[in-house]
Protein backbone atom coordinates (compact mmCIF):
# COMPACT_ATOMS: atom_id res chain seq x y z
CA UNK A 1 0.00 0.00 0.00
CA UNK A 2 0.97 3.53 0.07
CA UNK A 3 3.87 3.92 2.41
CA UNK A 4 5.01 7.47 4.58
CA UNK A 5 8.55 7.73 5.71
CA UNK A 6 9.56 9.59 8.26
CA UNK A 7 13.02 11.10 9.21
CA UNK A 8 14.52 10.36 11.36
CA UNK A 9 13.53 6.87 12.74
CA UNK A 10 15.28 7.83 16.38
CA UNK A 11 16.21 11.10 17.79
CA UNK A 12 18.09 11.86 21.04
CA UNK A 13 18.45 15.49 22.48
CA UNK A 14 18.73 17.82 24.93
CA UNK A 15 15.82 19.65 26.61
CA UNK A 16 16.06 23.16 25.89
CA UNK A 17 17.19 22.58 22.25
CA UNK A 18 15.12 22.44 19.02
CA UNK A 19 14.16 19.36 17.25
CA UNK A 20 12.38 18.92 13.63
CA UNK A 21 10.85 15.78 12.65
CA UNK A 22 10.59 14.96 8.80
CA UNK A 23 7.33 13.05 6.69
CA UNK A 24 7.46 12.65 3.71
CA UNK A 25 3.55 11.77 2.65
CA UNK A 26 1.85 9.68 -0.17
CA UNK A 27 2.70 11.66 -3.25
CA UNK A 28 -0.67 12.56 -4.40
CA UNK A 29 -2.15 13.27 -0.56
CA UNK A 30 -3.49 16.61 0.53
CA UNK A 31 -3.85 16.37 4.06
CA UNK A 32 -1.15 15.83 6.75
CA UNK A 33 -1.37 15.05 10.34
CA UNK A 34 0.82 14.29 13.47
CA UNK A 35 -0.04 12.42 16.31
CA UNK A 36 1.80 11.60 19.71
CA UNK A 37 2.26 8.61 21.46
CA UNK A 38 3.77 8.51 24.43
CA UNK A 39 5.07 4.85 25.95
CA UNK A 40 2.01 3.01 27.15
CA UNK A 41 -0.37 5.26 26.46
CA UNK A 42 -2.88 5.89 24.03
CA UNK A 43 -2.35 7.66 19.98
CA UNK A 44 -2.99 11.27 20.78
CA UNK A 45 -4.05 14.18 17.84
CA UNK A 46 -1.82 17.13 17.43
CA UNK A 47 -2.75 18.84 14.48
CA UNK A 48 -3.82 18.00 11.26
CA UNK A 49 -2.52 20.22 7.73
CA UNK A 50 -4.26 21.25 4.15
CA UNK A 51 -2.77 23.55 2.05
CA UNK A 52 -0.22 25.12 3.64
CA UNK A 53 -2.28 25.71 6.32
CA UNK A 54 -3.20 24.26 10.03
CA UNK A 55 -7.27 23.20 9.56
CA UNK A 56 -7.26 22.01 13.57
CA UNK A 57 -5.05 21.80 16.32
CA UNK A 58 -5.46 19.77 19.38
CA UNK A 59 -4.53 20.89 23.00
CA UNK A 60 -1.05 18.79 22.98
CA UNK A 61 -0.55 21.23 19.94
CA UNK A 62 1.70 23.39 22.45
CA UNK A 63 3.19 26.93 21.37
CA UNK A 64 6.53 25.75 21.29
CA UNK A 65 5.07 23.52 18.08
CA UNK A 66 4.99 24.83 14.40
CA UNK A 67 4.49 22.40 11.18
CA UNK A 68 4.70 23.52 7.71
CA UNK A 69 5.69 21.91 4.00
CA UNK A 70 7.41 24.32 2.35
CA UNK A 71 7.22 23.57 -1.13
CA UNK A 72 5.59 20.26 -1.59
CA UNK A 73 8.65 19.15 0.03
CA UNK A 74 8.54 17.13 3.88
CA UNK A 75 6.09 17.96 6.04
CA UNK A 76 7.74 18.97 9.61
CA UNK A 77 6.96 19.10 12.81
CA UNK A 78 9.51 21.49 14.79
CA UNK A 79 9.32 21.70 18.55
CA UNK A 80 11.52 24.98 19.72
CA UNK A 81 12.43 25.03 22.88
CA UNK A 82 12.28 20.79 23.91
CA UNK A 83 10.93 19.67 27.06
CA UNK A 84 11.13 16.58 29.13
CA UNK A 85 7.71 15.84 28.60
CA UNK A 86 8.26 15.80 24.66
CA UNK A 87 9.96 12.16 24.70
CA UNK A 88 7.19 10.27 22.54
CA UNK A 89 6.88 8.42 19.40
CA UNK A 90 5.71 10.88 16.86
CA UNK A 91 3.79 9.45 13.84
CA UNK A 92 3.11 11.17 10.81
CA UNK A 93 -0.22 10.41 8.81
CA UNK A 94 -1.77 11.73 5.35
CA UNK A 95 -4.40 10.97 3.20
CA UNK A 96 -5.88 12.02 -0.08
CA UNK A 97 -9.07 13.84 0.01
CA UNK A 98 -9.86 14.43 3.92
CA UNK A 99 -13.51 13.27 3.57
CA UNK A 100 -15.02 11.16 6.16
CA UNK A 101 -14.54 7.53 4.25
CA UNK A 102 -10.76 8.73 3.48
CA UNK A 103 -8.22 6.52 4.99
CA UNK A 104 -5.61 7.96 6.96
CA UNK A 105 -2.45 6.38 5.85
CA UNK A 106 0.83 6.38 9.39
CA UNK A 107 4.63 6.50 8.65
CA UNK A 108 6.31 4.28 11.41
CA UNK A 109 7.01 6.94 13.52
CA UNK A 110 10.08 9.20 15.05
CA UNK A 111 10.95 8.11 18.45
CA UNK A 112 11.93 11.37 20.12
CA UNK A 113 14.01 11.40 23.44
CA UNK A 114 14.84 14.50 25.20
CA UNK A 115 17.29 14.34 28.15
CA UNK B 1 -17.58 11.83 19.23
CA UNK B 2 -19.00 8.47 20.30
CA UNK B 3 -16.94 6.70 22.95
CA UNK B 4 -15.64 3.72 21.92
CA UNK B 5 -14.94 0.41 24.45
CA UNK B 6 -12.99 -2.64 23.99
CA UNK B 7 -11.60 -5.50 25.45
CA UNK B 8 -8.63 -5.33 26.65
CA UNK B 9 -6.60 -8.48 25.48
CA UNK B 10 -7.44 -11.64 23.22
CA UNK B 11 -5.84 -14.67 22.31
CA UNK B 12 -6.13 -17.33 19.85
CA UNK B 13 -3.74 -19.94 18.23
CA UNK B 14 -2.76 -19.46 14.71
CA UNK B 15 -5.68 -20.91 12.20
CA UNK B 16 -8.31 -19.39 14.34
CA UNK B 17 -10.53 -17.08 13.54
CA UNK B 18 -10.71 -13.70 15.79
CA UNK B 19 -13.53 -11.58 17.01
CA UNK B 20 -12.90 -8.15 18.29
CA UNK B 21 -15.89 -6.13 19.85
CA UNK B 22 -16.52 -2.72 20.23
CA UNK B 23 -18.91 -0.83 21.74
CA UNK B 24 -20.00 2.59 20.48
CA UNK B 25 -23.40 2.95 22.36
CA UNK B 26 -23.71 7.18 21.47
CA UNK B 27 -22.74 6.84 18.29
CA UNK B 28 -24.08 9.78 16.05
CA UNK B 29 -26.17 9.37 12.61
CA UNK B 30 -22.93 11.47 11.20
CA UNK B 31 -20.44 9.27 12.49
CA UNK B 32 -18.59 6.13 10.60
CA UNK B 33 -16.62 2.97 12.51
CA UNK B 34 -13.24 2.91 11.81
CA UNK B 35 -10.77 -0.05 12.58
CA UNK B 36 -7.12 0.20 12.61
CA UNK B 37 -4.27 -1.98 14.11
CA UNK B 38 -0.58 -1.30 15.39
CA UNK B 39 2.04 -3.38 15.21
CA UNK B 40 5.41 -2.68 17.82
CA UNK B 41 7.78 0.27 16.00
CA UNK B 42 5.00 0.75 13.09
CA UNK B 43 2.28 3.23 13.11
CA UNK B 44 -1.08 2.30 12.86
CA UNK B 45 -2.77 0.66 9.15
CA UNK B 46 -5.70 0.91 8.38
CA UNK B 47 -8.15 -2.18 8.52
CA UNK B 48 -11.54 -1.35 7.39
CA UNK B 49 -14.40 0.87 7.87
CA UNK B 50 -18.04 0.60 7.53
CA UNK B 51 -21.46 2.59 8.36
CA UNK B 52 -23.70 -0.09 8.77
CA UNK B 53 -25.02 -3.95 8.06
CA UNK B 54 -21.85 -6.00 6.80
CA UNK B 55 -18.08 -4.99 5.25
CA UNK B 56 -15.56 -7.30 3.91
CA UNK B 57 -12.33 -6.55 2.27
CA UNK B 58 -9.64 -8.85 1.83
CA UNK B 59 -8.42 -9.11 5.27
CA UNK B 60 -11.07 -8.78 7.32
CA UNK B 61 -15.17 -8.38 7.94
CA UNK B 62 -16.96 -5.93 9.71
CA UNK B 63 -20.32 -6.40 10.84
CA UNK B 64 -22.48 -3.61 12.64
CA UNK B 65 -25.36 -4.20 14.78
CA UNK B 66 -29.13 -2.92 13.59
CA UNK B 67 -28.88 -0.38 16.38
CA UNK B 68 -25.19 0.71 14.95
CA UNK B 69 -23.86 0.48 19.10
CA UNK B 70 -21.72 -2.27 18.56
CA UNK B 71 -19.19 -3.65 15.98
CA UNK B 72 -17.70 -6.85 15.46
CA UNK B 73 -14.42 -7.00 13.40
CA UNK B 74 -13.01 -10.58 12.36
CA UNK B 75 -10.15 -11.88 11.53
CA UNK B 76 -10.47 -15.26 9.70
CA UNK B 77 -7.34 -17.51 9.83
CA UNK B 78 -5.05 -15.68 12.16
CA UNK B 79 -0.96 -16.20 11.64
CA UNK B 80 1.55 -14.74 13.62
CA UNK B 81 1.32 -11.40 11.88
CA UNK B 82 -1.76 -10.49 12.55
CA UNK B 83 -0.80 -10.14 16.65
CA UNK B 84 -1.02 -6.67 17.05
CA UNK B 85 -3.23 -3.32 18.96
CA UNK B 86 -6.56 -3.20 17.13
CA UNK B 87 -8.67 0.25 17.82
CA UNK B 88 -11.94 0.87 16.63
CA UNK B 89 -12.17 4.22 16.00
CA UNK B 90 -15.52 6.38 15.67
CA UNK B 91 -15.32 9.82 13.01
CA UNK B 92 -17.94 12.51 12.26
CA UNK B 93 -18.66 12.66 8.67
CA UNK B 94 -18.97 15.68 8.87
CA UNK B 95 -15.67 16.92 10.67
CA UNK B 96 -13.44 17.08 7.31
CA UNK B 97 -9.86 15.87 7.92
CA UNK B 98 -10.46 15.33 11.72
CA UNK B 99 -8.22 13.85 13.56
CA UNK B 100 -8.72 10.03 14.71
CA UNK B 101 -9.04 9.48 18.06
CA UNK B 102 -7.60 6.24 19.57
CA UNK B 103 -8.29 4.72 22.54
CA UNK B 104 -6.14 2.04 23.94
CA UNK B 105 -7.32 -0.75 22.07
CA UNK B 106 -7.38 -4.85 22.05
CA UNK B 107 -4.39 -6.46 22.46
CA UNK B 108 -4.46 -9.56 20.12
CA UNK B 109 -1.93 -12.20 20.99
CA UNK B 110 -1.41 -15.19 18.48
CA UNK B 111 0.26 -18.33 19.60
CA UNK B 112 1.51 -20.67 16.96
Known amino acids: GPKVLQIPSHQIIDMGQMVTLNCDPV?????FYWYKQILGQQMEFLVN????????KSKLFKDQFSVERPDGSYFTLKIQPTALEDSAVYFC?????????????FGPGTRLLVL | LAKTTQPPSMEAYEGQEVNVSCSHTNIATSEYIYWYRQVPHQGPQFIIQGYKDYVVNEVASLFISADRKLSTLSLPWVSLRDAAVYYC?????????????FGLGTRVSVFP
Open chain 1, 49 to 56: FYNGKVME
Open chain 1, 27 to 31: SNHLY
Open chain 1, 93 to 105: ASSQTGGNQDTQY
Open chain 2, 89 to 101: IVTDSGNYAQGLT
